[in-house]
């Protein structure tokens, strides 16, 4: 199974690829909800990890769907996670979520996403139905694909 992308904006072309990846899945989701672009608010389910270790390294993509970890992402800038992934343990935890005006194209295209004030940023895509988070570290990266199931 391929890392999956969430860089689609025509809804029918995003809910096409969402049900591919889906199938996919050693444990499938039974349900999906449609949210908005750039919205993080409501519950997504981990299901894939990708890790590089070094730079030129090939990256690793593991199927992570019959783990069960949730993200709950609250309007109070709240989020609760239940089960534990390879960048967060369980627990709560204070985010900021925004769109920057102005990409940065030096590091990644993409939102940021900060979770517990890290000293580091996040990368972060929402659409529809997917989100991935991307954590760079120096010569590494881990990325975490989810489905949004409300």
Request: aromatic fraction near 10%; glycine fraction near 6%; hydrophobic fraction near 35%.
């Amino acid at each position: 199974m391929g890392i999956m992308g969430c860089e689609e904006d025509n809804e029918d072309i995003a809910l096409k690829e969402v049900n591919k990846v889906i199938s996919e899945l050693t444990c499938p989701i039974t349900s999906l909800s449609k949210g908005k672009k750039n919205d993080i608010v409501g519950k997504w389910r981990l299901i894939q990890t990708a890790q590089r270790i070094d730079v030129g390294a090939p990256i690793d993509t593991i199927d992570v769907s019959c783990i069960g970890v949730i993200f709950e992402f609250k309007n109070n800038n709240v989020l609760k996670i239940t089960g534990s992934s390879t960048l967060f343990k369980e627990g709560v935890y204070k985010y900021t979520y925004y769109v920057p005006e102005k990409p940065n194209s030096l590091s990644h295209p993409g939102p940021n996403l900060e979770i517990n004030d890290r000293s580091w940023r996040l990368f972060c895509t929402v659409n529809q139905y997917r989100m991935y988070i991307l954590q760079q570290y120096r010569n590494s990266m881990v990325t975490e694909y989810f489905i949004r199931i409300k």
